[in-house]
T-cell receptor, first 114, second 110 residues
Framework: NAGVTQTPKFRILKIGQSMTLQCTQD?????MYWYRQDPGMGLKLIYY???????DKGEVPNGYNVSRSTTEDFPLRLELAAPSQTSVYFC?????????????FGPGTRLTVT | GQSLEQPSEVTAVEGAIVQINCTYQ??????LSWYQQHDGGAPTFLSY????GLEETGRFSSFLSRSDSYGYLLLQELQMKDSASYFC???????????FGKGTRLSVIA
């Protein structure tokens, strides 16, 4: 199993540009998450999904959109990129939101907006 | 509201024992998890406590006191490879996502 994969690994955007961060998992997990991590900080939840066709906002959803058309894929869309969106983005998946079930994280996408 | 407090940095000597504390204030509590993250890497799951007491997994142990809204991660026989950031995370219910603390950066020195 590849686990959780993310593309791209690195990206530089100009202010106002848009992009989609890709996330795929092959563990047949229903639950998927997008986090952002600023330097020296913890993980902040952007959006999450409890299954195909169902998404919900996390703590910091503004400026982002998601979709979940399949169990495997959970892309994150940035519209009109701003410098405040410079961060490392992690996608994760789990069997359940119950914390006893481990969240598996992808390797991250390092995004710079200039 | 909700908050999790952890020390920002801890330094310990190779071979020693270190304890990383986590206090939480959340509207609802279901369990406390710990994750490890090496520089440039992704977080990985270490442990989970739902009930009071100590859970042991090899050199790592995690403790929870629900009445004190407090937990800690205990690392024994420290190795250089244990230098990393450690995050506590709280789940407020069985079907809501985790809330992560800001993390504690552990430096293991010779």
């Amino acid at each position: 199993n590849a686990g959780v994969t993310q593309t791209p690994k690195f990206r530089i955007l100009k202010i106002g540009q848009s992009m989609t961060l890709q996330c795929t998992q092959d563990m047949n997990h229903n639950y998927m998450y997008w986090y952002r991590q600023d330097p020296g900080m913890g993980l902040k939840l952007i959006y999450y999904s409890v299954g195909a066709g169902i998404t919900d906002k996390g703590e910091v959803p503004n400026g982002y959109n998601v979709s979940r058309s399949t169990t495997e894929d959970f892309p994150l869309r940035l519209e009109l990129a701003a410098p405040s969106q410079t961060s490392v983005y992690f996608c994760a998946s789990s069997y359940s939101t119950d914390a006893s079930y481990e969240q598996y994280f992808g390797p991250g996408t390092r995004l710079t907006v200039t | 509201g909700q908050s999790l407090e952890q020390p920002s940095e801890v330094t310990a000597v190779e071979g020693a024992i270190v304890q990383i504390n986590c206090t939480y204030q959340t509207s609802g509590f279901y369990g406390l998890s710990w994750y490890q993250q090496h520089d440039g890497g992704a977080p990985t799951f270490l442990s989970y406590n739902a009930l009071d007491g100590l859970e042991e997994t090899g050199r790592f142990s995690s403790f929870l006191s629900r009445s004190d809204s407090y937990g800690y991660l205990l690392l024994q026989e420290l190795q250089m490879k244990d230098s990393a950031s450690y995050f506590c995370a709280v789940s407020k219910s069985g079907n809501t996502p985790l809330v992560f603390g800001k993390g504690t950066r552990l430096s293991v020195i010779a």
